[in-house]
């Protein structure tokens, strides 16, 4: 398993406030714990390599620390983000042409790009009216959950 999959599952462990995550992959077992703010917030366990030890990042209160992309949206624009894991596309097939390009203007509900998830092909539709200020992904790129995708003025 590789160094950023587990990143990403260490900070989904932290900012999701569930208390142990086990994943097996293969050989690979992997079992992420969450031991709160008083003890060391997560760990790493290989069951088949010698055990490393990785800590998360101490949970944050949301409502206390705006993320950086919360600042961008606010700043530039409404910011739309994946509701899924998969590949991003930005046209039906490789032939058609993209769906929205820098300084389009959108209404809600118009589609934005497709996600692939699990050979599913998922329209996302813009929720805001607006301008696309910035195009946050490249074509065929894989996109986590929550993931900014557009900026919307």
């Known amino acids: 398993m590789d160094l950023r999959k587990l990143k990403t599952l260490i900070d989904l462990v932290s900012e999701s406030g569930i208390s142990e995550l086990e994943v097996n992959e293969g050989e690979d077992r992997v079992r992420i714990v969450n031991a709160g703010s008083s003890a060391p917030t997560g760990q790493v366990v290989y069951a088949t390599q010698p055990a490393p030890i990785m800590q998360a990042p101490p949970a944050t209160n949301p409502e206390s620390a705006p993320s950086s992309t919360e600042t961008l949206s606010t700043?530039?624009?409404?910011?739309?983000?994946?509701?899924?894991?998969?590949?991003?596309?930005?046209?039906?097939?490789?032939?058609?042409?993209?769906?929205?390009?820098?300084?389009?203007?959108?209404?809600?509900?118009?589609?934005?790009?497709?996600?692939?998830?699990?050979?599913?092909?998922?329209?996302?539709?813009?929720?805001?009216?607006?301008?696309?200020?910035?195009?946050?992904?490249?074509?065929?790129?894989?996109?986590?959950?929550?993931?900014?995708?557009?900026?919307?003025?």
Request: hydrophobic fraction near 40%; charged fraction near 20%; charge should be negative.
């Open 75 to 153: 700043d530039t624009g409404f910011v739309a983000r994946s509701p899924m894991v998969g590949t991003f596309y930005r046209a039906a097939n490789p032939e058609s042409p993209n769906f929205v390009n820098i300084g389009d203007t959108v209404k809600v509900g118009q589609t934005l790009c497709i996600i692939e998830a699990m050979k599913l092909l998922n329209e996302i539709e813009s929720e805001q009216a607006g301008v696309i200020k910035e195009i946050l992904c490249e074509n065929g790129q894989g996109v986590e959950f929550d993931q900014p995708l557009f900026i919307i003025a």
